[in-house]
């Protein structure tokens, strides 16, 4: 008896549209002015859940993944205004090294165990780096909730890193410096002090190619309306910062 998979595909195109429905609603504002903002700067707004999903597109051309930027030797990363932040995607084995002469003093790695264990960025990120200089938050990106407890220690650490240490600068990278990092960045900038509205308009000014994904802000969100403290215990999350 002949069997059909049409319904099992239907299924999960429909499923995948639900998940990714970007192209519906789509509107665009202005980019705030700033000395980094493009003459065709914009940020997309597209409404889903009754819930803005924010997206920089002020890159035409945006890099490919794993890209450098015009020094060969140097990674493709954007400082947030600044907040001593930087999120780009993951850099090249040979340029971790020279990170150090963008002023990066701490890294951020946001790619899953498998990928850091096959590529080894992560061992090559501490080898220079130290070990107490890298966190690590394994998160893959599948578009759903994040759980608090593969990522809230690194941002507490990046926080505290920089509230601690005036001169550091903290690099937070995933894969393509897209959504992961853009999540992570979103949320050491809400523990430091800034309003839900202020830390998405940063990153996703700053960041080329930067989105800011539904479910992603509101792991962040949740995580810090429920929270009193850090996992370390080392930080308490003020009242005011809790607030949507």
Known sequence: ???????????????????????RGRRHVPLPPGPEADQRGRITVVPEAGMDVLRSVRAARPRPRGATGPDTAS???????????????????AAVARLAAHGVTHVVNCRPRADVWWAGDLAAERAVFGPGRVAHAPMQDHG???????????????ARVLDDQPQAGVLIHCTAG???????????????????????????????????????????????????????????????????
């Open 144 to 158: 759903l909730r994040q759980r608090p407890a593969v990522w809230a220690a690194a941002a507490c650490s990046a």
């Open 1 to 23: 008896m002949a069997v059909s998979f049409q319904p099992v595909i239907d299924c999960a195109v429909s499923s995948l549209l639900t998940l990714c429905d970007c192209r």
């Open 75 to 93: 990674p493709a990363l954007n400082w947030i205004g600044d907040e001593r932040i930087a999120i780009s995607g993951v850099p090249p084995t």
């Open 178 to 244: 897209k959504h992961r990092s853009v999540m992570l960045a979103y949320a050491v900038l809400r523990l430091r002090g800034h309003d839900r509205t202020g830390a998405a308009a940063l990153v996703l000014r700053y960041r080329t190619g930067a989105e800011l994904v539904p479910a992603y802000v509101r792991s962040v969100e949740r995580w810090l309306a429920t929270a009193p403290r850090c996992p370390d215990q080392s930080r308490s999350i003020p009242r005011a910062r809790r607030r949507h």
